[in-house]
């Protein structure tokens, strides 16, 4: 089975740019989380999608937003862009219905977003 | 909310020595407790989980035990391989249980 794929893996964006990522989770997984990875704050939460509704969501400025597909397909979308938007974007499918204690999250390899 | 505490590194060992990472867990109830892995370049791999108190999880062999009376899950390898070397997290799930929360990763280095 695929695993979860992330593109493009590299970004380089200028202040003020807005982004696109994409997520194509692991075929039959309903769920895809997002995550922000930085040196500074670690890995943080984004959102969760299942079945094209969000769940939850973290603690980010309205700028991040989320959509997921009809066919488990996630984008996550950052406008305005910042400097302090330079992180590695992490995106976990899973099963999805339970929630994260009892179905295991699958990571993608991530998109390493640079704003300069 | 729930959240987790680990160690924080870089820890740097030889090859064959024994490993041990730290992480204490804050939680509502008695949640699942995972160990990630993350490699050089790449997103986070499951490493091991526990999803009661005093199961062991096990894996590649890294062990760690969910203690409900210390609220801990130490990160256990016996003899470490220069292959080990990587960031290890600790994470659970949120309050909501859809999201996990990790904690801020220990860099592992393994020398030969």
């Known amino acids: 089975k695929a695993g979860v794929t992330q593109t493009p893996r590299y970004l380089i964006k200028t202040r003020g740019q807005q982004v696109t990522l994409s997520c194509s989770p692991i075929?039959?997984?309903?769920?895809v989380s997002w995550y922000q990875q930085t040196p500074g704050q670690g890995l943080q939460f984004l959102f969760e999608?299942?079945?094209?509704?969000?769940?939850n969501k973290g603690n980010f400025p309205g700028r991040f937003s989320g959509r997921q597909f009809s066919n488990s397909r996630s984008e996550m979308n950052v406008s305005t862009l910042e400097l302090g938007d330079s992180a590695l974007y992490l995106c976990?499918?899973?099963?999805?219905?339970?929630?994260?204690?009892?179905?295991?999250?699958?990571f993608g390899p991530g998109t390493r977003l640079t704003v300069l | 909310g729930n959240s987790v505490t680990q160690m924080e590194g870089p820890v740097t060992l030889s090859e064959e020595a024994f490993l041990t990472i730290n992480c204490t867990y804050t939680a509502t109830g008695y949640p699942s407790l995972f160990w990630y892995v993350q490699y050089p370049g790449e997103g986070l791999q499951l490493l091991l989980k526990?999803?009661?108190?005093?199961d062991k999880g096990s894996n590649k062999g890294f062990e760690a035990t969910y203690r409900k009376e210390t609220t801990s899950f130490h990160l256990e390898k016996g003899s470490v391989q220069v292959s080990d070397s990587a960031v290890y997290f600790c994470?659970?799930?949120?309050?909501?249980?859809?999201?996990?929360?990790f904690g801020k990763g220990t860099s592992l280095l393994v020398t030969p």
């Open positions: 976990a499918s899973s099963l999805g219905a339970s929630g994260a204690h009892y179905n295991e999250q699958f």
């Open positions: 075929s039959g997984h309903r769920s």
């Open positions: 526990a999803t009661k108190a005093d």
């Open positions: 999608y299942f079945s094209e509704t969000q769940r």
């Open positions: 994470a659970l799930p949120s309050n909501s249980g859809y999201a996990l929360n």
